[in-house]
C-alpha cells in the first residue's frame, strides 16, 4: 500500500518558517480584555451545561499559523467569544505532524482539532476513532506550481518534478486527470526554498506546494509562476476541516456546537477588513513570539479565506459538510491505494457528523449568541 500524506505534514514547519520559537504552549479565552462576563451571551442553563464540558483543548494544525482552521480559534479566545459562551478552551500549537494529532484527539489529550476530511478517513481506516465536525470547502491547499512556459501540464511528461518528501495525492490525482504520464516524471525531492522552480535548478520544471504559502513567496519576490489547483480539475479535497474527540461529542454535544459557534463568528470577524486581518494576526503573533511573520500570515489568511469564497461547499453555509465530497475521497484514496478496500464511502459517511454546524445556523445564518 502506497503511503500518501495528503495536507500538511511536519515537512510545513521547515517551509513556512515561521518561527515555533516562544510559541506559548496554551492560552485560553480568560486573558481577553474584550471579553464580557463570561456567559451574559446565553441563558443560564446553557452557560452551567457549557461550564460543565470543563476544559476543551483546541489543537491547531501547524503551530498558531494564520491559517483558515487556526486564526479564527485563536481570535474566539482573544475576543471573548468563548467566554462570551461559557466555554474554557485552552489553545495548543500542533507541530504540523498531522498523524499526531488524530492520535491525540482520539486519546482525549486533545478534544477538538484541525484535521482534513482525507486524513480522518486515514486515520480512522488505521483504526483511529476521531469525528469529523465541520470543513469550509471541498477545494485543498496543495498545488502544483510550473514556469509559465509550461501551458499544459502533458508538456511534464518526462520532466523532473519536485516535492518536499511526497507528491500529494490530489497533486497525482490532478496530473493523471490531465493525461500526464505519471511513470515518465523523474520525482525528486526539494529543499524548501521555491526559488529552485524559477532557477529550473537540476532541470526542474514542477514544484508542489501549498497555495497559500510558495506562490506568494514568489510573487514577493518578483518570480512570476503558474499555479495548477486540484479543484481545478474536479478533484477532491478540504480545507480548514475539524475533527473532534467522539466521547466527548457525545457527552457534551452542545458544547463542541458552542465551539464552532465562536470559531465561526471569529472566522467573520477576522475576515472583514484589513484592520481586522491585522488585528487577528496581531493576536497569532503575541502568542507566536517576535519571530512571527505578520506580513507573511496576514497573506496566508487572506489567501486561505479566498479560496474558501471561491470555491463554497456545495448547498452548506460556511462549516458544512458535503457528505459526497467524502464519498469522492474514499474513490481516490482507493485509486491510489492508500485506503483498503473494506473502507467504502457509505462507512467513511459515518465518521463524519453534519448536525453540529446544521444546528448552529438559521436560515443559512450563523446564530449568534447561543440559544
Not at 56 to 71: K, N, R
Not at 171 to 178: D, H, L, T
Not at 220 to 232: E, H, L, R, S
Request: glycine residues 8%; contains cysteine; neutral net charge.
Amino acid at each position: 500500500m502506497r503511503h500518501h500524506r495528503l495536507t500538511r505534514s511536519a515537512v510545513v514547519a521547515a517551509v513556512l518558517a515561521l518561527g515555533a520559537a516562544g510559541c506559548g504552549s496554551s492560552s485560553g479565552s480568560d486573558d481577553s480584555a474584550s471579553a464580557g462576563s463570561a456567559g451574559s451571551a446565553i441563558s443560564a442553563k446553557r452557560c452551567a451545561e457549557n461550564k460543565a464540558a470543563g476544559k476543551i483543548t483546541y489543537l491547531s494544525g501547524y503551530q498558531f499559523q494564520s491559517s483558515a482552521s487556526i486564526l479564527e480559534y485563536v481570535a474566539a479566545a482573544k475576543l471573548g467569544y468563548f467566554k462570551d459562551l461559557c466555554l474554557t478552551v485552552d489553545l495548543k500549537p500542533g507541530t504540523g505532524d498531522t498523524a499526531q494529532n488524530t492520535k491525540l484527539l482520539a486519546s482525549g489529550q486533545a478534544t477538538v482539532s484541525a484535521i482534513s476530511e482525507q486524513d480522518l478517513i486515514q486515520a480512522q481506516a488505521n483504526g483511529i476513532d476521531i469525528k469529523g465536525i465541520s470543513s469550509y470547502s471541498n477545494a485543498g491547499l496543495d498545488i502544483l506550481m510550473t514556469n509559465k512556459d509550461i501551458t499544459d501540464l502533458t508538456q511534464l511528461d518526462g520532466k523532473v518534478v519536485g516535492h518536499k518528501g511526497y507528491v500529494p495525492a490530489t497533486v497525482e490525482a490532478m496530473m493523471v486527470k490531465a493525461g500526464v504520464k505519471w511513470d515518465s516524471l523523474k520525482l525528486v525531492k526539494e529543499g524548501y526554498d521555491p526559488s529552485v522552480l524559477p532557477r529550473k535548478q537540476g532541470g526542474l520544471e514542477a514544484l508542489t506546494g501549498f497555495i497559500s504559502n510558495e506562490p506568494n513567496q514568489l510573487k514577493a519576490a518578483g518570480k512570476d509562476v503558474t499555479v495548477w489547483k486540484p479543484v481545478d480539475y474536479d478533484i477532491p479535497s478540504s480545507i480548514g476541516a475539524m475533527a473532534v474527540n467522539p466521547a466527548f461529542a457525545k457527552a457534551h454535544p452542545h458544547a463542541v456546537e458552542d465551539v464552532l459557534r465562536a470559531a465561526l463568528h471569529a472566522y467573520e470577524y477576522c475576515s472583514a477588513d484589513e484592520a481586522h486581518i491585522s488585528e487577528c494576526v496581531g493576536y497569532a503573533a503575541k502568542l507566536s513570539g517576535p519571530t512571527y511573520d505578520k506580513k507573511l500570515n496576514a497573506t496566508i489568511w487572506k489567501t486561505e479565506t479566498q479560496v474558501v469564497k471561491d470555491n463554497p461547499t456545495p448547498g452548506q453555509p460556511l462549516g458544512g459538510i458535503d457528505t459526497d465530497n467524502v464519498a469522492q475521497l474514499v474513490d481516490m484514496l482507493h485509486q491510489f491505494k492508500i485506503v483498503p478496500s473494506s473502507v467504502t464511502g457509505a462507512k467513511a459517511k459515518g465518521w463524519f457528523d453534519t448536525s453540529f454546524v446544521k444546528d448552529i445556523y438559521a436560515d443559512d445564518k450563523l446564530v449568534w449568541p447561543a440559544p
